[in-house]
């Protein structure tokens, strides 16, 4: 029998509704499949900076976590028997967010699973894999594997079982994930802020009263915070536990106001995103928090006498590498997606890295992507000084740009073609830049007026999402409207969101 996991299994991680498309069988077969293709070919290889649990008596392991969907458990427990029938040992850590899980596949150095579909509704679940380290696990570097050999276990019906099964044992790292963040940023010394977090019922529930309260048992930070919707429920009642759709914030942005704080954070179901809204509820761009974030960053390692890498993908705004430039860091512009970012991370020994979508990778954590690393170096960064983070924010946002807007169009390959066409082939614009690096790229940023603007299709739907940035407001609206009616074109070509999709969709 032929099975077709094409539709579960795509290029960065596995997501699907349940139980029609992942259930516990499709779950187990996976489980096997990673066994085989990434945990056992990694014993006693383990890589430098990294714990040592893997291969230390000769065994396989693997760290497992899960956030808090009600279909989580059933589906761990079909993919940790697949593991150990494999012959790996299984270490469950239960309930976490996905930085959580990187962390425990750092500190442990083992593979790692995260079962979780981030911000998608209820009916969705999904695996985040890695290897040890936290390194990614994409379409190129293990899952195009991966799904060959579930489908393959799915269709002869007979995975293979380890002459040793390994064992299944349970283990907490909420604390030592915790200090571990608090060593990291030191937030003892800053002025007290008042911080409303909005945790849309997902892992930013269970997570920050460990690392900024003291639920984990660590000492009290000058933090005031006023909570919103901190009860997991993956039902998400309140709202999609998704910031980047900006009907989403809107709780939180009047709560700020409400309570007169200083700040808010929001964070996706699985917590590895974190946004941000100022003290008067408006929206600080992703870019404006790399840039800060990535500044301080650079700081630490000009101090320590490092050059210091920073990357950023080809989204983010002009100013992040106009500013870290500047502050003598050599800057890194790499495709969207974290497979990529990460794989660049590693590639440069970078300091840290950003992405539009509010994905912030650090070395210092195993190169992966912490959404509560970064909220925190936001606290330090503004409980340091005396301004507003309105006023800080301002620094880091000095061009305007659309966000991201998808058009669902009929024919991506024609829409494309006529964005090219009036841009690059006619020049209708005068002399641009243009790089296909990730989509289409247009840049009018070396002359008056300066703009530039990107055009990507989707890996998954027949959408296009485009993203423009201009020095002023009425430069990019003008790009902005005339880019999207040569997308939309065509009378079938008419449909249009917001951003509100993760970057590796």
């Known amino acids: 029998m032929t099975i077709d996991l094409s539709h579960l299994i795509k290029a960065y991680d596995v997501r699907g509704t349940v139980p029609d498309q992942l259930g516990p069988d499709v779950a187990h077969a996976i489980g096997v499949a990673f066994a085989h293709a990434v945990v056992l070919p990694e014993v006693g290889q383990v890589p430098d900076g990294v714990g040592t649990e893997a291969g230390a008596d000769g065994r396989a392991r693997a760290v497992v976590g899960q956030d808090m969907r009600d279909s989580g458990p059933a589906l761990v427990d079909a993919f940790a028997q697949g593991l150990a029938d494999a012959g790996v040992d299984v270490v469950r850590i239960g309930l976490c967010s996905t930085d959580g899980l990187y962390y425990a596949s750092g500190a442990l150095g083992v593979p790692g699973a995260m079962f979780t579909a981030s911000h998608n509704p209820a009916e969705y679940n999904g695996i985040k894999l890695c290897r040890a380290g936290a390194r990614p696990v994409g379409q190129d570097s293990g899952l195009t594997e991966v799904r060959r050999l579930a489908e393959q276990y799915l269709g002869e019906d007979f995975p293979p079982v380890a002459g040793t099964p390994g064992t299944v044992t349970e283990r907490d790292m909420l604390t030592d994930y915790a200090a571990f963040l608090r060593s990291l940023v030191d937030l003892s010394a800053i002025r007290p802020l008042k911080v409303v977090i909005d945790a849309g019922n997902g892992m930013g529930g269970y997570t920050v009263p460990a690392v900024l309260g003291t639920g984990a048992g660590l000492a009290h930070l000058p933090l005031d915070i006023v909570p919103l919707y901190f009860e997991l429920d993956g039902t998400f009642p309140n709202h999609e536990a998704n910031p980047l759709d900006p009907e989403n914030l809107r709780d939180l942005q009047a709560a700020v106001v409400e309570h007169d704080a200083d700040l808010g954070l929001a964070f996706d179901g699985d917590a590895d995103r974190c946004f941000v809204v100022d003290e008067h509820g408006d929206p600080v761009s992703p870019s404006a928090i790399t840039a800060l974030v990535g500044l301080r960053e650079v700081a630490t390692e000009l101090a320590a006498g490092r050059t210091p890498t920073v990357i950023h993908n080809l989204i983010t705004s002009r100013a992040v590498p106009d500013l870290l430039g500047g502050a003598g860091a050599r800057t890194v512009r790499t495709r969207v997606g974290h497979s990529f970012i990460k794989a660049q991370m590693a590639e440069h020994g ?91 790229t247009v840049s009018h940023w070396d002359a008056h007026p300066q703009w530039w603007f990107n055009l990507r299709a989707s890996n998954t739907e027949p959408l296009l999402r485009l993203n423009v940035e201009a020095a002023d407001v009425d430069i990019m609206e003008k790009v902005r409207d005339d880019v999207l009616s040569l997308v939309r074109e065509a009378p079938a070509d008419a449909g249009a969101t917001d951003g509100t999709e993760e970057s590796a969709s």
């Open 350 to 440: 970078a300091v840290f890295g950003g992405e539009h979508s509010a994905h912030y990778y650090f070395r210092d954590f195993f190169y992966a992507d912490t959404g509560m690393l970064a909220a925190m170096h936001v606290l330090a960064a503004l409980g340091t000084q005396p301004h507003p983070l309105s006023a800080l924010a301002e620094m880091y946002e000095p061009y305007v740009s659309s966000g991201e807007i998808n058009s669902r169009v009929r024919d991506v390959a024609a829409a494309r073609e006529r964005v090219v066409t009036a841009y690059v082939t006619e020049q209708g614009a005068g002399p641009v830049d243009v790089d296909e690096l990730d989509g289409l």
